[in-house]
């Protein structure tokens, strides 16, 4: 077993074996939240503290519920009314609740490097929900867990991540993860949504569905901000639904077992078909949902074994 | 009267030799020679001597913010890192745009151990709408004028400002950029943009705003100094447009020793006005100094406190003090090859001082007695908290540098060293 991270900062800086000990781990757990008692105690007595600057319910809900089903005290902080508000810098709500000794920090920010900034500052091990336009490791990580357990396989697979890859922190994690693993990555978007610098990322670069889908084995749809609709990214919603919304007949261009993904929540209609979206042989975004949970019980259990190993090595120290 | 024996002189306007030199008062009165009866001697030991660098967009904190640095602060900044000149930069708080105002900073100037002239800004308030009294500020002492990185949207308001100004050969100091575009921008265009997530500006925005400069140079006759020129694709204009008109170009040291990527963990001190950019950029920069497309390298020290460093990146203050780590950091133009000693010095010190109309930056008998000596090959590990300055917002920290300053003198005054 390979996993020597102290924090889940992004998955830049995971090595592909430490993916496949948390997909591995990931995979038992997906068993355990199938039975009707779903704990355990790996995470017994540690304090979890969730730390959202950005405003979230899905992922939020799921590194909780991955806490408690780990037997970990779970805190959420709605940062949005607490002391932010009042000026406190970021470093100083780190500080504080660092002196109150967690063992875990979920934290999500708007601003890339913001979570980056915050590790350097504590001693517990965080864990970043998504920072800026940064990464959202553990959203990589679930998509591919998903991947592996629909296809068999997390190499050699042609996978389309399609829609707004310019602001999307999904996008990135999932693009580092699956390059590192060795399959072939397309990127299917208008121009004024991919990223600058784009064509030294390795990737197939496609502004048009039919050919971008073409023998396709997954089909990763991004979700389309309504702020990207009016800040004068695409004319129209039906425009974009028109050319990039994943309907029927464009999804009959990828390969005939091709499987659809969405990391939510949904504009259906914008940039996905509601009916599709719904299709239980097609579609595997509950699913998603399901191991959203059990990747973030494998990181944190991960995570709290690297923590505890560290804290014995400085006891014997101290002693020696 | 100093006589310095076994140094090497270094003259912007010719080259290296190893000779005398003797100072009366505050010139140069003699280059070579033996010691002259009652002349104090000081043997340079072999090392460099060199007139003092003139320090073109130095940002001091006064008035304002006098807790990031003080003319006095600034001076032994400067002093300690060779700049014997600093051309300070009016974006103060309130900006310089009175002659009030000028006078006032040049009053407070007055603890500074080193020369420091000003720049006033170019509109009232730095707001790109209204001409300030440019005629009053020359005659208060103002060098230039600039309203520093607030590029105005009003291209008429700045086309009769550079009117005016050309009718009483005031020099103006822009600075090219396209701001729409590049308003929010973190970092520059890229991959390592890209892959960190952060808003960044397509180098064209540079381009964009030097043209738009330079066609309103062209219809107005006005004197012009771009501040910074950092991407390869303003080359070519910039080129063009110096054959036939009045226009100079300036480039700051860190566009010149760092790239994007050294920005790394979202490192705040890395954080440019522009943004650094790639390494292909940088190295096209270093040659057009080389060329002398490029003419002046400053250090654009911009003082920061630590709690606006210590922020998101997104967020964080832009810029870096940059007096005492310019020449250090210049070096290794010279020990990579890039640049001769002589023609870095025509950067530093020689091309600034007469595009200002100062007499400085020479090594000429009659020019002022503002000299560094300096061993260019004494190797250190720079320490931030080691740095004279209030503010230690430099990217060099913990960096193994090349070049020490021995001792600067100011009009034959020793202002630092032993």
């Known amino acids: 077993m390979t996993f020597r991270a102290r924090h889940l900062l992004g998955i830049d800086h995971l090595a592909p074996a430490e993916i496949t000990t948390v997909l591995d781990l990931a995979d038992r757990y997906v068993d355990l939240n199938r039975r009707t008692v779903k704990s355990a105690d790996v995470l017994a007595g540690m304090t979890q503290i969730n730390m959202f600057f950005e405003n979230s319910t899905r992922t939020q809900a799921s590194f909780e519920l991955a806490g408690k089903r780990l037997g970990a005290d779970v805190m959420n902080m709605s940062v949005a009314q607490s002391s932010v508000k009042k000026g406190e810098t970021l470093i100083d709500t780190a500080l504080t609740l660092n002196a109150m000794r967690p063992d875990l920090l979920v934290v999500r920010h708007g601003s890339s490097g913001a979570v980056n900034l915050l590790a350097s500052k504590v001693n517990c091990a965080v864990l970043n929900a998504g920072d800026g336009q940064h990464e959202h490791p553990t959203q990589a990580l679930l998509d591919a867990l998903t991947i592996r357990r629909a296809k068999g396989r997390l190499q050699r697979l042609t996978i389309a991540i399609c829609g707004d890859i310019a602001h999307s922190r999904v996008a990135r994690s999932n693009l580092i993860l699956l390059g590192k693993m060795e399959n072939r990555l397309r990127l299917i978007a208008p121009p004024t949504l991919m990223p600058p610098g784009v064509k030294d990322f390795g990737c197939e670069l496609y502004d048009n569905m039919a050919e971008g889908l073409k023998g396709a084995d997954v089909v990763m749809m991004l979700r389309l901000q309504k702020e990207r609709m009016d800040g004068g990214f695409i004319p129209s919603e039906r425009e974009y639904y028109h050319r990039f919304g994943l309907d029927a007949e464009k999804l009959s261009h990828a390969a005939p077992d091709a499987i659809v993904m969405h990391p939510g929540p949904m504009n259906r209609g914008v940039e996905i078909d509601g009916e599709l979206a719904d299709d239980i042989n097609r579609s595997v975004i509950q699913e998603q949902v399901e191991m959203g949970v059990a990747v973030r019980m494998a990181c944190m259990d991960l995570l709290a074994r690297n923590l505890r190993a560290e804290r014995g090595r400085a006891a014997l120290g101290a002693m020696a | ?418």
């Open chain 2, 1 to 418: 009267m100093l006589h310095f024996t076994n140094a090497l002189l270094i003259d912007p306007e010719g080259g290296e030799h190893l000779s005398s030199l003797t100072i009366q008062g505050d010139v140069i009165t003699a280059l070579g020679g033996d010691t002259p009866a009652g002349a104090t001697v000081v043997d340079a030991g072999g090392h460099c001597l060199a007139p003092g660098i003139v320090d073109w967009g130095v940002k001091i904190g006064e008035p304002g913010e006098r807790h990031r640095e003080s003319f006095r602060s600034a001076g032994l900044a400067a002093a300690a890192g060779g700049v014997t000149t600093i051309i300070a930069r009016p974006d103060t708080k309130p900006a310089i745009d009175t002659p009030e105002t000028l006078e006032f900073v040049t009053r407070r100037a007055a603890e500074s151990v080193v020369r420091i002239r000003h720049m006033a800004a170019l509109t009232k308030h730095r707001d790109g709408q209204e001409m300030t009294e440019i005629g009053f500020l020359l005659d208060a002492g103002a060098v230039a004028f600039t309203d520093v990185y607030n590029v105005s949207t009003n291209t008429k308001a700045l086309a009769r400002a550079m009117t005016y100004a050309r009718s009483l050969g005031a020099l103006i100091v822009g600075h090219a950029q396209e701001p729409g575009l590049s308003a929010g921008a973190a970092a520059t265009h890229g991959k390592f943009a890209s892959l960190y997530g952060l808003p960044s500006v397509s180098p064209m925005a540079e381009k964009i705003g030097l043209d738009r400069d330079l066609g309103l140079v062209e219809m107005t006759g006005a004197r012009y100094h771009v501040d910074q020129i950092t991407v390869a694709a303003s080359l070519p204009a910039l080129e063009r447009a110096k054959a036939t008109l009045d226009v100079t170009a300036g480039v700051s040291i860190h566009h010149l020793t760092l790239n994007e990527y050294d920005v790394g963990d979202y490192r705040t001190f890395f954080k440019m006005t522009p943004p650094l950019r790639s390494e292909d950029d940088r190295l096209a920069m270093v040659q057009a100094v080389a060329d002398g497309v490029i003419d002046v390298i400053a250090s654009f020290h911009t003082p920061a406190d630590e709690e606006s460093k210590r922020l998101p990146f997104e967020e964080a203050a832009s810029g870096a003090v940059g007096l005492q780590t310019l020449l250090p950091a210049a070096l290794r133009l010279v020990h990579g090859g890039h640049l001769t000693l002589s023609q870095l010095f025509r950067a530093l010190s020689f091309n600034p001082a007469r595009r200002l109309g100062l007499p400085q930056g020479r090594m000429a008998v009659g020019a002022p007695a503002d000299l560094v000596l300096f061993d260019p090959n004494a190797p250190f590990l720079l320490d931030r908290f080691k740095l004279e300055s209030k503010s230690k917002n430099t990217p060099f920290d913990g960096t193994r540098m090349e070049g020490k300053v021995l001792a600067t003198w100011v009009g034959g005054q020793k202002v630092y060293g032993s």
